[in-house]
Nanobody, 123 residues
Framework: QVQLVESGGGLVQAGDSLRLNCAASGRNPSNYAMGWFRQPPGKEREFVAAISQSGGATDYADSVKGRFTISRDNAKNTVYLQIDSLNPEDTGLYSC????????????????WGPGTQVTVSA
């Protein structure tokens, strides 16, 4: 089992950058593929990015390609989400998730979730 805690969110202006962190603890966090999802206000949760256990493979939602970068440091048991050129449509609760299966864009493939960190982008 793994526990996840996100940090790094906040209130920012359009055009700013943020780096979100997901700290994992528990048994062998490096054995899990990781994903980031977000839930905009009044909308359903959506996939943002995912990364394999080794960090050698990644996947992104089309809407964030070129602006979001997912990475991980297994020595620190931390997964990162670098977000550049933020816009108001990026506002939402960002959650990281872990799966012992292959990384995926499907939320139901993930077994463990963090509580999330809020990102609010003002125009």
């Amino acid at each position: 089992q793994v526990q996840l805690v996100e940090s790094g969110g906040g209130l920012v202006q359009a055009g700013d950058s943020l780096r979100l962190n997901c700290a994992a603890s528990g048994r062998n966090p490096s054995n899990y593929a990781m994903g980031w999802f977000r839930q905009p206000p009044g909308k359903e949760r959506e996939f943002v990015a995912a990364i394999s256990q080794s960090g050698g493979a990644t996947d992104y939602a089309d809407s964030v390609k070129g602006r979001f970068t997912i990475s991980r440091d297994n020595a620190k048991n931390t997964v990162y989400l670098q977000i550049d050129s933020l816009n108001p449509e990026d506002t939402g609760l960002y959650s990281c998730a872990a799966t012992f299966r292959e990384y995926s864009a499907r939320g139901y493939e993930y077994q463990f979730w963090g509580p999330g960190t809020q990102v609010t982008v003002s125009a």
